[in-house]
């Protein structure tokens, strides 16, 4: 039988690459590490190591609080993990695999970063649809991620989603710039000194934190 995991997962999964998976990842392990939790952010993406190189410019930079980012091959070794976590948060590859099915089913809620068009959409809906038939239903939550300034698009990609019978965090991740620095010295958005992109990760990392201990 398979040992289960003693801790609370929540991970992040797609089907389109670069939708905003380890962006997203990051930010709740740093939102919750900031509200007291003790977080391991795990990344499954071996190829990119996104989240484990990202680590290595926060340390660089000094910023607080630190995080425990390790990479892992399979759940097999995250449930041999000794040490007691609050919350692991883990980050998928771009392709949904056997592995990313594996995750989600062991996850408490699966985070499914997707883009308002319909070439983001209509994939992520329909690894929402495979998920959905492996039991993973009520644990699914959609997140508009990289989105524009188009309220309209905004509007109809939510409908859509809603429409499927797929639960959407209400705060959707803003496409700016300026994030792609911050992100790039090892921040999240929420260490910005520009108040307008600290205050979109602000509302993010409070949406999805409330969701993973929640949800
Ligand atoms: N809100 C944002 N504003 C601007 N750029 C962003 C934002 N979120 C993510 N990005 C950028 O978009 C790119 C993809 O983001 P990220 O790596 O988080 O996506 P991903 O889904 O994990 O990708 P992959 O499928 O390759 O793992 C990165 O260059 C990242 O810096
Ligand atoms: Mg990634």
Same mark, same amino acid.
């Given at each position: 039988?398979?040992?289960?995991?003693?801790?609370?997962?929540?991970?992040?999964?797609?089907?389109?690459?670069?939708? @905003?998976?380890?962006?997203?990842?990051?930010?709740?392990?740093?939102?919750?590490?900031?509200?007291?939790?003790?977080?391991?952010?795990?990344?499954?993406?071996?190829?990119?190591? =996104?989240?484990?190189?990202?680590?290595?410019?926060?340390?660089? *930079?000094?910023?607080?609080?630190?995080?425990?980012?390790?990479?892992?091959?399979?759940? +097999?070794?995250?449930?041999?993990? &000794?040490?007691?976590?609050?919350?692991?948060?883990?980050?998928?590859?771009?392709?949904?695999?056997?592995?990313?099915?594996?995750?989600? &089913?062991?996850?408490?809620?699966?985070?499914?970063?997707? @883009?308002?068009?319909?070439?983001?959409?209509?994939?992520?809906?329909?690894?929402?649809?495979?998920?959905?038939?492996?039991?993973?239903?009520?644990?699914?939550?959609?997140?508009?991620? +990289?989105?524009?300034?188009?309220?309209?698009?905004?509007?109809?990609?939510?409908?859509?989603?809603?429409?499927?019978?797929?639960?959407?965090?209400? =705060? *959707?991740?803003?496409?700016?710039?300026?994030?792609?620095?911050?992100?790039?010295?090892? @921040?999240?958005?929420? &260490?910005?000194?520009?108040?307008?992109?600290?205050?979109?990760?602000?509302?993010?990392?409070?949406?999805?934190?409330?969701?993973?201990?929640?949800?």
């Amino acid at each position: 039988m398979k040992q289960a995991l003693t801790t609370r997962l929540v991970s992040f999964v797609g089907q389109k690459g670069g939708v @905003g998976k380890s962006s997203l990842a990051r930010l709740l392990s740093v939102g919750a590490a900031r509200a007291g939790s003790k977080v391991l952010l795990a990344d499954f993406d071996l190829d990119q190591l =996104t989240c484990v190189e990202w680590n290595a410019a926060r340390l660089r *930079h000094n910023l607080d609080p630190e995080i425990e980012v390790r990479p892992f091959k399979s759940l +097999k070794k995250l449930r041999k993990t &000794e040490e007691t976590f609050d919350l692991i948060v883990a980050d998928t590859r771009g392709l949904a695999d056997d592995l990313t099915k594996d995750v989600a &089913e062991e996850s408490s809620v699966v985070f499914l970063p997707t @883009g308002t068009s319909g070439d983001d959409l209509r994939p992520t809906l329909a690894l929402a649809r495979r998920l959905a038939k492996q039991g993973a239903d009520g644990k699914l939550s959609f997140i508009l991620s +990289k989105t524009g300034r188009s309220e309209r698009q905004i509007a109809a990609a939510t409908k859509m989603i809603e429409d499927q019978g797929y639960s959407i965090l209400a =705060t *959707h991740w803003a496409l700016r710039d300026g994030l792609q620095s911050e992100f790039d010295m090892g @921040g999240v958005g929420l &260490e910005s000194r520009n108040h307008y992109l600290r205050d979109i990760a602000d509302n993010m990392g409070k949406a999805l934190i409330e969701r993973a201990f929640n949800g």
